[in-house]
């Protein structure tokens, strides 16, 4: 396990000045991290209860955030675990994907612009599609698969100059076109 903070591992004494960042909020805390374990630290600050849940703590002027969880708040002091580092790459899907080849055709809400594809895999909120064009769409697009009914609309999570990752919005108000 490596946060980065073996030094102060172990030494209740041992303080230094971070900014916690709160992904859940997107709020900054200053704050003095302390009481550092393998399993977690302590951050103290007079702003310690705008901090939630999911956080980053930055400490000094490095680059990269340690990655921790605030599991209490009480007056000035949260505490902080330290999550778990798998050694294997874990999916971020929160569902299964099945591979299938189904045609689709991609366009931005008004039609102008329309992208033949494949999707890859596809899952009940979610689908890789494969064309050529993909970076000309706008972030929200309209799917429009032969057997469905209706066109789905759907937004990118990420793409590339063949291949996206689309989210599909089957709960999004019916103005397409």
Excluded: Y
Aim: hydrophobic share 40%; charged share 25%; proline share 5%.
């Amino acid at each position: 396990m490596s946060h980065g903070l073996e030094h102060m591992q172990d030494k209740p004494d041992a303080k230094v000045d971070v900014l916690a960042i709160d992904f859940d909020n997107l709020t900054c805390v200053k704050a003095v991290l302390s009481n550092v374990s393998q399993w977690g630290c302590s951050l103290t600050s007079e702003d310690a209860n705008d901090l939630r849940k999911n956080i980053g703590i930055r400490v000094e002027d490095k680059p990269k955030l340690i990655r921790g969880t605030v599991t209490a708040v009480k007056g000035h002091v949260a505490s902080v675990v330290f999550p778990k580092q798998e050694s294997v790459v874990q999916d971020k899907r929160r569902e299964r994907r099945n591979q299938v080849s189904i045609p689709v055709t991609i366009s931005d809400r008004g039609g102008v612009t329309e992208i033949s594809g494949l999707i890859v895999d596809a899952g009940p909120n979610g689908c890789r599609v494969s064309a050529k064009g993909l970076t000309t769409l706008p972030e929200d697009v309209v799917l429009n698969l032969k057997n469905f009914e209706k066109p789905v609309l759907g937004e990118f999570a990420w793409r590339n100059a063949s291949f996206a990752g689309l989210r599909l919005l089957w709960d999004a108000p019916d103005s397409i076109g």
